[in-house]
C-alpha cells in the first residue's frame, strides 16, 4: 500500500492511499509461444520462444526458465539450451508476474536431444536367399566429432511381408520368408 500526504490550500492536511495494484493497469495478458526442437549432443542453441500480448509479439520481456531433466539438457537464463546426452527435456518459459497487477504465464515443450551423426560401422547387405542374415552396427557422434557412450539402436523402419525376423545381439536381422524389401 502506498500512502502520500500533503498540504492542501488553507493549510487542511491531505492524506490518501492506495493500492500498487490499483496504479498500474494490466495490459492484455501475455503469452509464450514454445516450439519444440531438436539440439545435438554437446551443441548450445537459442530456444525459440516468443511472447505475445493482445496478439503483438513483445520485445525484451523478461523470462526464466527451467528443463525437467538437466542430465539430459539444462538451458542457462538467456534461453539457450544445451545437450547433454541423448535423451528428451521438458522445457518451460515463464513471464513472471507482478503481483496483483499480471498473471504470470509459462510455456512447456520439449527437447529432443540427438546424435549429430551416426554412422553405419558395416556396410548395408542386400539378403537375397532364405536364412541369409546381416549384423548391422553403429556409431554415434556429437557436434565435436566426439563418439558417444550408447550406440544408437538399430530398428526395422520398413518391412511390408515381415520377411525380416530380428535375432541375436541387437541389429542383427534373419531372412525368414521371401517378400518385398525391407528397410534397416
Known amino acids: ?15 490518501v492511499s492506495c493500492r500498487l495494484d490499483q496504479l498500474l493497469t494490466a495490459g492484455p495478458a501475455p503469452v509464450v509461444n514454445l516450439r519444440p526442437d531438436t539440439i545435438g549432443v554437446a551443441e548450445a542453441k537459442p530456444l ?5 500480448a493482445g496478439g503483438q509479439v513483445q520485445g525484451s520481456v523478461p523470462l526464466t526458465f527451467e528443463s525437467s531433466n538437466p542430465s539430459i539438457a539444462t538451458i542457462d537464463q538467456n534461453g539457450v539450451v544445451h545437450g547433454l546426452t541423448r535423451g528428451k527435456a521438458a522445457i518451460t518459459a515463464r513471464v513472471p508476474g507482478l503481483e496483483g497487477v499480471d498473471r504470470p504465464a509459462a510455456a512447456t515443450d520439449t527437447v529432443w536431444v540427438v546424435a549429430v551423426s551416426v554412422i553405419l560401422t558395416r556396410p548395408v547387405d542386400t539378403l537375397t536367399s532364405l536364412n541369409d542374415t546381416t549384423c548391422l552396427t553403429a556409431a554415434a557422434y556429437d557436434k565435436q566429432g566426439d563418439s558417444l557412450t550408447a550406440p544408437p539402436t538399430i530398428s526395422k ?3 511390408p511381408d515381415n ?3 530380428p535375432f541375436g545381439t541387437q541389429g542383427c536381422y534373419r531372412a525368414t520368408k521371401s517378400g518385398r524389401s525391407a528397410t534397416i
Open 1 to 15: 500500500m502506498f500512502l502520500v500526504a500533503g498540504v492542501l490550500v488553507f493549510g487542511l492536511p491531505l492524506l
Open 48 to 52: 525459440p520462444v516468443t511472447v505475445t
Open 157 to 159: 523402419t520398413s518391412d
Open 163 to 165: 520377411t525380416l525376423t
